[in-house]
């Protein structure tokens, strides 16, 4: 129980991290920054105040997206640089990029993929695998070492590592994906051990789902728009709870996962979660809270724990 109130009481008491753009000197630098919580984070630092340094694949979208937000925000500046995270070869590219700014005061570490259709470990290819680690955990890697030497020289600075909330339960069909997100959590909590008394905050993310053009969910309380998302995210940023999952709902359901394992065990709450998941993934299940849904969902757990979570693979009417 005390995994579920301490966090609570810590955040109620956090330290708030300080938004300051020197007269809007300076920058932030955001990858994946073209669509989803990556425009997002781009969008909103900019109506903050920052300069900003957009990484992404796609040199059309950058130009559309960047022009967008200038649109919105015209006082400050945007560069762009279009980049494949897959690759090995491009951060000697990235570097150049990053050296004509010196003051980078923010990286958000965005850039990541993942499987819709989640499929058995076995059953996936080894270039799938590699290309998950390449952009999920690579990336987060190779940008950190590229821009953190100097917030730390300069005794300031802000990381965001977008990670997610699958890093609370087992990532049942999304193995490769919870393993680099998992990574990811775990890096931030060590750098943050290291840089904190450098005045350099390493602030960790664990979003559940949030709608997007890859996740086509109905808009609810539990798949909020990016931008609903992000404002929220940004708001939870502080130095005392290094970690937030940005958003109060999924706040809620993390808060409920580890309740699912305080009463049923570690397992059968992993059991519970992958099976809510899959369906929801599946269409199966709603992602509303109207009253039938919910007593579907109920019946699902009750299944879930008598005859574990693979009773309705091939059973659609359950």
Known sequence: MNSILLPLFRYLKRRKFIWTTNDGQYWAVVTGATDGIGFEFARQLARKGYNLMMISRNEEKLALKSTMILEQYPSIKIETLAVDFQ?????????????????????????????????????????????????????????????????????????????????????????????????????????????????????????????????????????????????????????????????????ILAFTIKFFAFIFGQTKANDIIDMIFENVYKKKLKTSLDIGNLLRLIRLMSKCLIYGPDFNNNDDDY
């Not at 005045?199 to 996740?215: D, E, G, K, R």
């Open 87 to 251: 690759y090995q070869d491009i951060y000697q590219k990235i570097e150049q990029f990053l050296r004509k700014h010196q003051d980078i005061f923010i990286l958000v570490n965005n850039v990541g993929t993942f499987t819709i259709n989640g499929q058995l470990f076995n059953n996936e290819t080894s270039e799938l695998h590699q290309q998950m680690m390449d952009i999920n955990l690579t990336s987060t890697i190779r940008m950190t070492e590229l821009i953190l030497p100097k917030m730390l020289s300069k005794r300031r600075g802000l990381i965001i590592n977008v990670s997610s909330m699958i890093t609370e339960y087992s990532g049942y069909k999304q193995t490769m994906y919870a393993a680099t997100k998992s990574f990811q959590a775990a890096f931030s909590r060590s750098l943050m051990k290291e840089c904190q008394s450098k005045n350099v905050l390493i602030f960790t993310l664990l979003p559940a789902t949030v709608a997007s053009s890859t996740l086509t969910f109905k808009i609810s309380l539990l798949v909020p728009t990016a931008q609903t998302y992000v404002y929220q995210a940004l708001r939870s940023i502080n130095w005392t709870v290094k970690e937030s999952y940005g958003y109060v709902p999924h706040t």
